[in-house]
């Protein structure tokens, strides 16, 4: 059973470029989150994606957008990127119905902006 | 807003001693859900145990088990017979029962010592 995919694992971008990092679910998942974890801080949740919709949005610019496919896999986008958005973006899934609202995590993608 | 407190930075145990990790939150909902997530320098989130808020009795996984004082907005992770695959940062993190999202403490990052 594959848990969460994430692709890239490493990218390096320049300032003012735009950025598409990809997520695959585990298998029977529908729900899909993306979190942007700065290095030595926890994880902020940037949004959720449910049946190909934005369910959920935390504090973050319009910058950052996504988009979920029907296979349910997810894309996370971010337009001019600046030298702060360099963190570890993770994605997580979930199964629309659970009884105890958990996620599972992917390895991430280290996003490094220069 | 909740908000989730981790106010032990970094911790360190003897091989086989016992140690407790520290998390406080704030929330005004009756209905969450609690968690501790550890990542180790591979950096996938691990999902070490988790507890239903409106669960007393405190929530046990092998050698890892809670103290959840739902009053106090308390939430330990206590690790029994510490091992060095221990060694990782650790996450307190909350969900309530209708936003699925997770919102994260900033981490205690634990040496085990051989």
């Known amino acids: 059973d594959a848990g969460v995919t994430q692709s890239p694992t490493h990218l390096i971008k320049t300032r003012g470029q735009q950025v598409t990092l990809r997520c695959s679910p585990k298998?029977?998942?529908?729900?899909v989150s993306w979190y942007q974890q700065a290095l030595g801080q926890g994880p902020q949740f940037i949004f959720q994606?449910?049946?190909?919709?934005?369910?959920q949005r935390g504090n973050f610019p319009d910058r950052f957008s996504g988009h979920q496919f029907p296979n349910y896999s997810s894309e996370l986008n971010v337009n001019a990127l600046w030298l702060g958005d360099s963190a570890l973006y993770l994605c997580?899934?979930?199964?629309?119905?659970?009884?105890?609202?958990?996620?599972?995590f992917g390895p991430g993608t280290r996003l490094t902006v220069l | 807003a909740q908000t989730v407190t981790q106010s032990q930075p970094e911790m360190s145990v003897q091989e086989a001693e016992t140690v407790t990790l520290s998390c406080t939150y704030d929330t005004s909902e009756s209905d969450y859900y609690l968690f501790w997530y550890k990542q180790p320098p591979s950096r996938q989130m691990i999902l070490v145990i988790r507890q239903e808020a409106y669960k007393q009795q405190n929530a046990t996984e092998n050698r890892f088990s809670v103290n959840f004082q739902k009053a106090a907005k308390s939430f330990s992770l206590k690790i029994s017979d510490s091992q060095l695959g221990d060694a990782a940062m650790y996450f307190c993190?909350?969900?309530?029962?209708?936003?699925?999202?997770?919102?994260f403490g900033s981490g205690t990052q634990l040496t085990v010592l051989p």
């Open positions: 997580a899934s979930s199964p629309a119905i659970s009884s105890y609202n958990e996620q599972f």
């Open positions: 993190a909350y969900s309530s029962g209708s936003a699925r999202q997770l919102t």
């Open positions: 298998s029977g998942h529908d729900t």
């Open positions: 994606y449910y049946e190909e919709e934005e369910r």
